[in-house]
């Protein structure tokens, strides 16, 4: 179900062509749109399937700890290097870019399994975790027996996901191209999840990559693996990730000013300021403009915020969940290749343009671009907060009372009033 940040009185009246929302496109005509080609190509697929898988796999959550999961197919070889790629979408691809790519990535579900049944003799489920290994798109066959769900599914977590199948039966049509690294950890049942995610990562694989073997339960020490729901294998890559990262940045020196970076893309504005400190600290600010989806009135919006320190979190970030996750780790990512350890304060700002939840995935890319983008330096803190506080809609002393970096008083501050 699409969320749109109007009201039905305005959408009648408007009829997807005058834009009375203020979109440059109207998101039920797009959802519509993007499914056109599926809806067409479904006859002619009848009761079984012959195609490219990029690869990818869907766990599903519910029924947990009974899960249903299997591999991810695509209509077509169009753009099958892409479509489950979101580390490499943010610098060409637009929010109906990208609701159209996943409109034709298929999911092919088997019955539910228990998360322990990593071993299972199951076809299905030996098929998709063999295909998930593979460095390049793989042929599938699948048959099955039930109408598909004609949908398209959008979630905060995860990027947007096609039409279901329930399948009788997978199999693979094609040879999997397997990275020997890849292959190397997998078969290492002795290897611990943690690190095996860590190697991965250090060896090149993408956050994305990595994402898809922890969730198909081929990481970590054999009697310990599990498949891993597919939104929950997301923030947990990222978190274990960053947490890595956290040692290394506590053995650099601190920076010597304050840096601001920002990127814009989708309607969401990313501000990031590096603090110089000498401990690491990371608070993450999150907001809805007025009459965006998530704010659709004309009040003032509320700002969710989670926060650490030195020590990292001890709990689940409930305010800013997966979203908090993504972008530590660019922030952390950046703070290694700097060589130099830093307190950060980062601000999200979306705007009514972003009217589908597209996944986490452009929070992390969203960031990281940020990072890399050209930077403004201050010698104070109150020059920067000023900078950032002509580009943002929110008085900056509402993100103050929010968050406990910028309250934190330093021994600096006394000597200077005395």
């Not at 990535?105 to 998930?132: G, H, K, N, Y």
């Not at 290897?191 to 090149?204: R, S």
């Not at 993408?206 to 599990?226: C, D, M, P, W, Y």
């Not at 509320?302 to 650490?308: K, R, W």
Request: proline share 6%; hydrophobic share 35%; glycine share 4%.
């Amino acid at each position: 179900m699409v969320q749109v940040p109007v009201n039905k009185d305005l959408c009648l009246k408007c009829k997807g062509g005058k834009f009375l929302c203020g979109l440059s496109y109207c998101p039920i005509i797009l959802r519509t749109k993007a499914l056109l080609p599926v809806r067409k190509a479904l006859p002619k697929l009848k009761n079984e399937y012959y195609g490219p898988s990029p690869p990818s796999l869907f766990v599903g959550r519910y029924g947990y700890p009974n899960v249903r999961l299997g591999p991810m197919a695509a209509l077509n070889w169009d753009d099958i290097q892409m479509m489950d790629e979101p580390d490499h979408w943010q610098t060409n691809l637009s929010l109906e870019d990208v609701v159209n790519l996943r409109a034709k990535l298929f999911r092919f579900m088997a019955e539910p399994v228990s998360v322990t049944d990593v071993s299972s003799s199951s076809r299905i489920l030996e098929i998709t975790q063999e295909q998930i290994q593979a460095s390049t798109p793989v042929q599938l066959e699948a048959k099955f027996s039930k109408k598909p769900q004609l949908d398209l599914k959008f979630d905060q977590y995860t990027q947007p996901m096609g039409i279901r199948f329930r399948v009788d039966s997978v199999k693979l049509a094609s040879t999997p191209k397997i990275n020997f690294k890849v292959d190397r950890i997998v078969s290492d049942t002795d290897l611990k999840a943690i690190d095996a995610v860590t190697n991965l990562y250090d060896d090149k694989s993408t956050v994305t990559q990595i994402t898809r073997l922890f969730s198909a339960g081929l990481l970590g020490q054999e009697k310990q693996r599990r498949f891993v729901p597919t939104r929950w294998s997301i923030t947990a890559v990222d978190d274990v990730l960053g947490n890595n990262l956290r040692y290394k940045i506590q053995d650099y020196p601190e920076i010597n000013n304050y840096i601001v970076f920002h990127n814009s893309y989708l309607d969401n504005d990313f501000w990031v300021l590096f603090l110089p400190r000498r401990e690491w600290h990371f608070d993450y600010h999150e907001t809805w403009k007025k009459m965006s989806a998530w704010n659709p009135t004309s009040s003032p919006p509320g700002i969710l915020t989670d926060s650490e320190g030195p020590n990292g979190r001890k709990s689940y970030a409930v305010n800013t969940v997966g979203g908090y996750y993504a972008a530590r780790l660019a922030v952390q990512e950046k703070l290694v290749q700097m060589r130099r350890k830093a307190a950060v304060v980062a601000f999200r700002e979306v705007g009514k343009g972003y009217a589908f939840p597209l996944g986490v995935w452009q929070v992390r890319e969203n960031m990281r671009h940020a990072l890399r983008n050209p930077n403004k330096t201050f010698t104070t803190l109150e020059q920067a907060l000023e900078f950032i506080q002509s580009h943002i809609t929110i008085p900056i002393k509402y993100y103050r009372r929010k968050s406990p970096l910028l309250r934190q008083k330093l021994l600096d501050d006394f000597f200077k009033k005395k």
